[in-house]
Structure formats: structure tokens, C-alpha cells
């Protein structure tokens, strides 16, 4: 009687080279995704008072008007999405054909990017709002599309000691 072994041993070569094999038409090795050079802000900001007022008007229609509505700027609502998603969808296509949300860079509104809160909500929105270097700095890190950097810089506003521990043998000068 044959080994376990020698039994599982073509099954075992078999199976790996499912997983390492390359197909008829793909490379070996898929090339990494490129970062993106624009620097569009891809999410709708249902905090927005416009936003919001979309909503609150959406909320109120019909599921089918909801379609119609859709169907009418050229969008097809998948027949599997639910009640709430295809009001969402038709709130964020209503504030994309609006020219995006009033606080969103380059939408409807008028400069409330500029305005400074009355309070910050943390260290380092207040770092952002006061001071020049870093907010260009940050700015800089956000224009490269390094998260790992931009994260670090957070954390040393609002837990400087915590960030210096943690992070400064792979930050630091």
C-alpha cells in the first residue's frame, strides 16, 4: 500500500501551481496601482447644509419617482439596491450636477475654506488654521499622496511625546 506521502504529493504540486502558474494572457507579476495625481475629493459630505437639504428633499419621494429620476440622467439604479441606497445615489448625483457641495474645493461654495473655526477640535486643526509652514507641509505630504507621513504629523500635534516614541527611528532626522 502506497504512503500518504506519495498520495498527497501530486495533489499538493497541483494545487500550488494553480496559485503560482501565470494564465494564457496575464503577466506573472500584476504591476502596482499608481497613485493618482489628482487630488479630487471622491466622497460627498453629507454634514454639508446643502447636502442635507438634498436629503431631506429625496426623503420624501417615492422609490419609483426616485428611479424615474435616475433613469432620466442616464443613471440605472441596479434592481438589487435598496430603497435608502437609491436616494443616496440620487442625492450625490444631484450635488455632482450641482457643481459638488458648498464645502467641497471647487463646488458651490463662497470661500468657506478660507474662514477659521471659532474653535478647533483639535491640536492639529489649529496647527493647520496657524500655522503657515506646517499647513504647507502638510499640504506638500497630501500632494505626494503619503498617508503613512500625514498620519505621523497628526499624531505629533495631538500626542507629540506618544508620536516622538513611536515613530521617531523611522521619522526622525
Not at 504647507?136 to 495631538?158: Q, T
Amino acid at each position: 500500500m502506497p504512503s500518504y506521502a506519495s498520495l498527497l504529493l501530486p495533489l499538493l504540486a497541483s494545487s500550488a501551481s494553480a496559485f503560482v502558474a501565470p494564465g494564457v494572457n496575464s503577466p506573472l507579476v500584476a504591476a502596482p496601482a499608481r497613485p493618482s495625481s489628482s487630488s479630487l475629493p471622491m466622497a460627498i459630505d453629507y454634514n454639508d447644509p446643502a447636502v442635507m437639504e438634498e436629503f431631506n428633499t429625496i426623503q420624501m419621494m417615492e422609490y419609483d419617482d426616485v428611479v424615474d429620476e435616475l433613469m432620466q440622467s442616464g443613471v440605472r439604479a441596479p434592481a438589487d439596491m435598496g430603497d435608502m441606497d437609491v436616494k443616496l445615489m440620487l442625492v450625490e448625483l444631484r450635488t455632482v450636477m450641482k457643481g459638488g457641495s458648498s464645502s467641497s474645493p471647487g463646488g458651490g461654495g463662497s470661500g468657506a475654506n478660507d474662514v477659521p473655526p471659532s474653535s478647533y477640535a483639535s491640536k492639529f486643526e489649529e496647527y493647520l488654521w496657524t500655522k503657515p509652514v506646517f499647513r504647507e507641509y502638510y499640504d506638500a505630504l497630501k500632494a505626494s499622496g503619503d498617508h503613512n507621513r500625514m498620519n505621523v504629523a497628526a499624531e505629533y500635534c495631538n500626542e507629540g511625546q506618544d508620536a516622538r516614541d513611536r515613530y521617531y527611528s523611522a521619522y526622525g532626522p
